[in-house]
């Protein structure tokens, strides 16, 4: 049909004048339009199951902005090439959205496809339920080697893994032994990868003296070490504009580094042959503040999207198209689902998180994002996400401390605070009093999400150790 358009369009003008021609042009156009739009659709090839028997490799790096990534638009510095490249070999979500911006239980909504009043580990160091589901005892039943490389978390409660280990911060030793376990994997069974980097979280060991080089001759309070960084987390101490650039700088030399670690993580995986037949999947457990609201450095305070707009790419070479991005929201608790389908492996009955089979058959289909929901430790305090508008609800009004030695209601969250991220990214003008009906409708949903859910809360003692272990990798008010 279009072809035919093309050869009536050519026909027709070629003996008309320059002004009937010009009349004509856009009527011949919308002919055209009109033709293309009767086009039968591209058949959509079904991915449920297309990806079974694949290995998967579970890549996420802590404290990553999406912002702060060349793919998702970042030019002030070339901090990602390395993650650009693989987000590009598959599909990016553009607007993926962490369920808590605090480590674990960010992460155990990706491992459970739960919130994390659904999982219980709604504070770091919080142990999951043992008979919980979780992606690394379904994939094990399934009949997969399950190897965890941790930098972070080590003495979480960690359940399904045939290998795990926990470097305490070090990146470089968690990618030399999940290559080191790679590499001796039986090549008739699949395996399930996951390393988790300790990536961009402060003190921003990864970026060595990287910012130095960046932004050169600075004599601030601030530097890449925990000593520094650590009393202008835990003590009010303001920091002025030429502080906040060499942040910039701290920060963006860490996604540098941690650029450059998965790389070779996923560069070693291929050169032993195990990305064959692997989806890869990458993913950040929440981002940072830096000083962006509140005068608030870290992240798990933090209730915007600083913090809860996060990287997701999914990549399966020859089953994904390479290159599509999908521009509605989605949240984390979305990886368990989606993964699980294209494997062909039954899902948990209980699910939070739905499969985004649809956005990879067809990711420029045309379809209204589903709210996405966070939740704040134990408290009230909510956030959710449906187009572009997003809602902080704190009906009961609390006033979280978020540095210790902080006068009160530092770190203040109005009772609704109503975003519109189209016209607001940086989420500086609240809306709530001027458009009221926004505010019911969109805190309608997130009562309407929670009623009836299980939760699994309860008050846990972290352990010693695990108190210990937050401590010494710069953890503060977690
Ligand atoms: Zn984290």
Redesign the pocket.
Known sequence: MLRRARGFFQATIRPLGSTAMRRLLPILFLLLLSCRGKEAPQPVRPLAGAAKGWNVVLLTV??LRADRLGAYGYQARPNSPGIDAQLASGITFDNAMSQRAS?WPSLASVLTGLYPSGHGVNENGYGFPDDLPTLPKLLHAAGYQTGAFLSNMCQANHQGWDAFACSGGQDGKDIRRALEWAHGLDPHRPFLLWVHLFGA?PPYYNGGDGAEAMDPGYQGPLGPRKKLLDPVMTKPIALDARDVRHLDALYDAAVQGSDRISGALLAGLRSASRLDRTVVLFAA??GEELYQHNRYLYHSCSVYQTTLHVPLGLAAPGVIAAGARVPQVVELIDVLPTLLDLLGVAKPAEQHGKSLLPYLERPDGRRRSLPAFSEYGSSTIHTVLQDHWKLVHNPDGISPVCIPDAPPNHYPIAREELYDLSRDPGERENLAAREPAKVAELAGLIQRRFAGLKNRVRQQKVPEKLQEELKSLGYVAH
Request: without cysteine; hydrophobic residues 0%; charged residues 35%.
């Open positions: 802590d404290t480590t979280h457990d929440h």
